[in-house]
């Protein structure tokens, strides 16, 4: 609005345009020179995954004005990382001798690139932590699952946990720049009973009375 005498009658002679990666500071070289009709830029490719800052200046026939960074005017663009995956779940499928086969499904990212722009997504990676170092029957709960990659079609991973020991559960996809943040979801890895055992049958009368033993293992591998 004032181009140098207070009011806007003042003519503008050009912009001086910097943008750089440097958080910090901007270069003293590089300027970017924009006619006076201008009030836009565009940039040429940038480093993708990369924080760019910009800043602007107006110069009349006195000289230039102060930079527009000294008034909290910088922009930032922030590029291309992807989402957190959506509606993580874990769900038992079989288990055997202290092992506990579950299936880890989630929903594709919401945001995949730039500004919601599609961007092919390359992997999955997992965080698995135990909740505690043992479960109960004395077993270490550590457990690695492999990343899923090669396609960003496949929203689901077979995996084994240590039956009775509970685990926080993270998911995160990952794009040509890098990865998002982390879909979590808590689980104890509990299975199917073990068999009853000490099955007898015996005779009471006209009656037949059926007796068996509790089985060691409810579900939690103790």
Same mark, same amino acid.
């Given at each position: 609005a004032d181009t140098g005498t207070g009011d806007s009658t003042y003519v503008l002679t050009?912009? =001086?345009?910097? *943008? %750089?990666? $440097?958080?910090?500071? #901007?270069?003293?070289? !590089?300027?970017?020179t924009k006619d006076d009709a201008d009030v836009t830029h565009t940039t040429g490719a940038k480093t993708l995954g990369v924080t760019y800052n910009a800043r602007i200046r107006a110069s009349n026939s006195v000289g230039p004005s102060p930079w527009s960074n000294v008034?909290?005017? @910088?922009?930032?663009?922030?590029?291309?990382?992807?989402?957190a995956p959506q509606t993580l779940t874990?769900? &038992?499928?079989?288990?055997?001798?202290? %092992?506990?086969?579950?299936l880890l499904s989630w929903v594709k990212p919401t945001e995949t690139g730039m500004d919601n722009a599609e961007r092919a997504l390359t992997a &999955? $990676? #997992?965080? *698995?932590?135990?909740?505690? %170092? $043992?479960?109960?029957?004395?077993?270490?709960?550590?457990v690695t699952i492999a990343d899923v990659s090669g396609t960003a079609s496949t929203l689901e991973k077979s995996a084994d946990f240590v039956k009775g020991c509970t685990y926080a559960l993270? *998911?995160?996809?990952? $794009?040509?720049?890098?990865? +998002?943040? &982390?879909?979590? =979801?808590? &689980? @104890?890895?509990?299975g199917v009973p073990g068999a009853p055992t000490g099955l007898t049958l015996a005779l009471? +009368?006209?009656?037949? @009375?059926?007796?068996?033993?509790?089985?060691?293992?409810? !579900?939690?591998?103790?």
């Open positions: 050009n912009y =001086e345009l910097e *943008v %750089t990666d $440097n958080q910090a500071s #901007f270069p003293d070289t !590089g300027l970017i008034h909290g005017e @910088v922009s930032q663009l922030l590029l291309l990382y992807p989402s874990v769900a &038992y499928t079989s288990g055997a001798s202290g %092992t506990v086969t579950s &999955y $990676n #997992f965080l *698995v932590t135990p909740a505690a %170092t $043992n479960n109960a029957a004395g077993t270490a709960c550590a993270k *998911v995160r996809a990952q $794009n040509t720049v890098g990865y +998002g943040d &982390y879909a979590q =979801e808590s &689980y @104890v890895a509990l009471s +009368g006209e009656t037949l @009375v059926v007796s068996w033993t509790r089985p060691a293992d409810t !579900g939690t591998g103790d």
